[in-house]
């Protein structure tokens, strides 16, 4: 077994697949806030992948963090030259393992993020990239819109010079940067919500807003925030994988990254300091991102949602075993097909039912591995970006919502925190106490969880919704999640459980 570093990769199997270009010849271009498994299974790959044709190696990747626990990453990372290695799981076992190197460097983790502020000051860095997760923007989940009076937003306009938050971190290293003479740079989202370039660029200039509207007016006129769709399942990496690892590649990896072989990355081509070349990768431009981005959420992200929760309820750990049981994988096909995809408007060049046929394979994918609980976590922000807005859309042209509905219902039931065989369900979500009190009043009172109106919005008062999540709600409980499903999957179009 080789401990991962520059210095062993000569040492690795030769199936490994190790970087093709000398790191001492790369320099910075692009700081990555977020170094979790997606960014190193995505975006980090897709720079790898350039590098190894010779391209743009003026282009390399500074890791960043805001929070004392990524100095855990760091120190992780550091010890193995920043390297990490990637595991793409086939469904047949037949497993690929390299080693990426695009990474050269991570800013000192520190309170206040002094090291970060210097890091995103250097004139090298054009870009500004995040996964910082969907709930990290600061959004309004009923509206949409920035939300200003946020606690952390407030904290960091008041002490700009100390910022606790990337859009902080952000704001204050444009206004170094614009101060310094130093063309700003490109802020690049690659997190799963709708329009994540126009959402970054709200909450960067909203926070300026707050302390500088000249500087947020500058930029506002000066700064490009390209909307972008990426894709990839990407689970969190498991002990046993680690040792498989070890075992199938030798190699010892403190933060190794598994995933399954699909990757998709759309974007628009809006930067204000150039680019590296992108499409020779794979990725793809467009000026119609929102299109993919409807696609992808609704129908995968929805898609996620949809058997998440019904596959909890039947105590199903895995995702490829939900994809088993002919309930909650006919669930997940036959709402997307009913519900979903109509309003889903079209994409170029894209079938949408041969994308929905592309999803439910790669959930099927037994090598991933990926978990239910995984899906399950932190669902209040979730629901309204992937699964209500498409109950919104149904409603507002007064379709039948009999599925989405019960999707709903199932998250509420979900939430009152035991599986129909007793077992106990641990809430992971930053409002788990107050879902959980409503969704316990709701096994009596159903229409009490639309209480929740910074989720649902005015589909709370909408009664063709009302109607359908309360029949779906009180068949949960009296008949329990598999009986209500089949019933589901007995219902011709437009006909209801309640």
């Not at 947020?216 to 006129?221: C, F, L, R, V, Y």
């Not at 309204?384 to 379709?399: I, M, N, Q």
């Not at 969880?449 to 309360?470: K, M, N």
Request: proline residues 6%.
């Amino acid at each position: 077994m080789t401990r991962l570093s520059l210095k062993a990769l000569p040492q690795l199997a030769p199936e490994v697949a190790v970087p093709r270009y000398r790191r001492d010849q790369l320099s910075p271009g692009i700081l990555h806030v977020g170094l979790g498994n997606f960014h190193r299974a995505h975006q980090a790959l897709y720079m790898d992948d350039l590098f190894n044709l010779g391209r743009d190696h003026d282009w390399a990747l500074v890791g960043a963090g805001v929070r004392p626990n990524d100095d855990a990453m760091r120190r992780t990372l550091a010890a193995q030259d920043w390297l990490t290695t990637v595991v793409e799981l086939e469904p047949g076992g037949a497993n690929t393992a390299r080693v990426t190197g695009a990474m050269i460097d991570f800013a000192g983790v520190a309170s206040g993020n002094g090291p970060l502020l210097e890091a995103m000051v250097d004139p090298r860095i054009r870009i500004v990239a995040m996964t910082v997760t969907e709930g990290g923007y600061f959004v309004d989940p009923a509206t949409g819109a920035f939300d200003a009076d946020h606690a952390e937003i407030k904290a960091d306009a008041a002490a700009l010079d100390r910022p606790q938050t990337v859009f902080g971190v952000i704001v204050e290293a444009l206004r170094r940067r614009r101060a310094a003479g130093i063309p700003p740079f490109s802020v690049m989202s690659c997190d799963n919500l709708p329009g994540n370039g126009h959402a970054a660029g709200r909450a960067v200039v909203g926070l300026a807003t707050l302390v500088d509207p000249a500087l947020a007016d500058w930029i506002g006129q000066d700064v490009a925030f390209p909307n972008s769709m990426v894709d990839r399942i990407t689970p969190a990496t498991t002990d046993a994988q680690r040792a498989m690892l070890e075992e199938d590649f030798g190699i010892d990896d403190g933060w190794p990254v598994f995933c399954e072989p699909f990757r998709q990355w759309v974007m628009e081509d809006r930067f204000v300091a150039g680019r590296p070349a992108f499409e020779e990768v794979g990725v793809t431009f467009t000026t119609d991102v929102a299109a993919f981005e409807f696609m992808k959420l609704r129908i995968l992200n929805g898609g996620h949602a949809t058997i998440a929760y019904p596959a909890a309820l039947l105590d199903i750990h895995f995702v490829h075993d939900a994809m088993a049981d002919p309930l909650v994988a006919g669930f997940l096909n036959k709402l997307e097909r009913e519900e979903i995809l109509p309003v889903v408007p079209p994409v170029p060049g894209v079938s949408l039912t041969e994308y929905l046929a592309l999803i439910e394979r790669r959930f099927a994918n037994p090598g991933v591995g990926d978990t239910i609980p995984r899906l399950c976590l932190d669902g209040s922000n979730r629901q309204p970006k992937f699964v209500l807005a498409s109950t919104r859309d149904r409603v507002r042209k007064g379709w039948s919502v009999t599925g989405l509905a019960l999707e709903s219902a199932l998250w509420c039931r979900y939430l009152q925190g035991e599986t129909d065989s007793g077992a106990a369900i641990t809430i992971d979500d930053v409002q788990a106490e107050r879902l959980q009190v409503l969704a316990k009043r709701a096994r009596t009172e159903p229409l009490a969880f639309l209480e929740l109106r910074d989720i649902f919005g005015d589909l709370a008062d909408a009664p063709a919704f009302q109607q359908a999540f309360s029949g779906a709600l009180t068949s949960l409980w009296r008949d329990g999640t598999a009986k209500t499903l089949q019933r589901y999957l007995d219902l011709q179009p437009g006909e209801s459980l309640g």
